[in-house]
């Protein structure tokens, strides 16, 4: 009975997170992507293909193995938190660009999950059908990622007005749906948690630490501006936690595999924090001097 209130709890808990992001998103949201090509470009690069990869290697340097490893990957694999936009603002950062980021990203995601929760499971499984490319799961990701998404957004073009007066009611619940999301995932999954903490909690925060790395410098490299540098990083850096949680739960229907996104979710905030303070310190560093003012 537990875990069938669990599989149905977390669906509706992410789905008021998801209509919630809509009710912020416009159709101009995702053209804006026209307006920073390079750094969309590289943003994207990085989460869809960069850090997988990396998260592999994690996976493998720790010891991961079965349904653990495969939700380490499940994370990797999940778009942007809704928390990305607050520690890029407070970190300066382009926040119209994240916005962007995250339409896209949740739309890529029905796609890119699937297929890297796939691969994982025939590495660390030895079965390649317990999520596969299957029709049906497919539609399961899509009802628990994107319809909820396309719902706000039609509810924010249709009623226009309510939806603005809501959204802040929306943004605080979401976020207390979040916090009971990962809770109900630690709560339910204590002894696996108890007796692999050590290796979870390394693997996370190296994981959100390279995550911030890579979001920010990658993009520099390529010369783009710091404030969408800072957007980039905090889009890569900050995992949807709860949707990793979501999927796992109610689509793949192993509790097991909630558990690295239940521990992600909770100590992310402490490197994306640190990040956030180094990134606005650096900027106040960077602006020059005012000049004293002549005397007459």
């Not at 943003?43 to 495969?70: E, K, S």
């Not at 995550?211 to 540098?229: C, E, H, K, M, N």
């Not at 905090?234 to 990793?244: D, F, Q, S």
């Amino acid at each position: 009975m537990g875990s069938t209130v669990f599989a149905v709890c977390l669906p509706l808990a992410l789905a008021v997170v998801m209509f919630g992001l809509g009710l912020t998103l416009t159709m101009e949201d995702f053209a804006r992507v026209l307006r920073f090509p390079k750094a969309a470009v590289i943003a994207l690069v990085c989460q869809m293909v960069v850090l997988p990869a990396i998260c592999l290697g994690l996976t493998y340097l720790f010891g991961l193995d079965g349904a653990l490893a495969v939700g380490m990957m499940l994370l990797a694999a999940s778009p942007g938190g809704p928390s990305a936009n607050l520690f890029s603002h407070i970190a300066g950062g382009n926040v119209a660009l994240n916005i962007t980021l995250t339409a896209i990203n949740s739309v890529l995601a029905v796609f890119t999950m699937p297929l890297i929760v796939a691969l994982s499971t025939a590495l660390f499984l030895d079965d390649a059908g317990s999520l596969g490319l299957r029709p049906d799961k497919f539609a399961q990701v899509f009802a628990i990622v994107l319809a909820p998404v396309a719902i706000g957004m039609w509810v924010h073009r249709r009623f226009t007005s309510w939806a603005q007066r809501r959204r802040g009611t929306v943004k605080i619940l979401s976020v207390v749906m979040l916090a009971l999301v990962v809770a109900a995932a630690v709560g339910k999954n204590v002894d696996t948690l108890t007796e692999n903490i050590g290796r979870l909690a390394a693997i996370c925060l190296l994981f959100a630490i390279v995550s911030l790395t890579i979001g920010y410098f990658a993009p520099r490299v390529f010369g783009v501006p710091a404030d969408q540098a800072i957007a980039s990083a905090m889009e890569i850096g900050v995992h949807n936690g709860a949707i990793a949680i979501a999927i796992a739960a109610s689509v793949l229907r192993d509790d097991t595999m909630a558990v690295p996104g239940a521990v992600y979710g909770v100590l992310m905030n402490i490197p994306a924090a640190i990040a956030a303070f180094l990134l606005v310190r650096r900027a106040r560093q960077d602006q020059p001097a005012a000049e004293p003012s002549a005397v007459c």
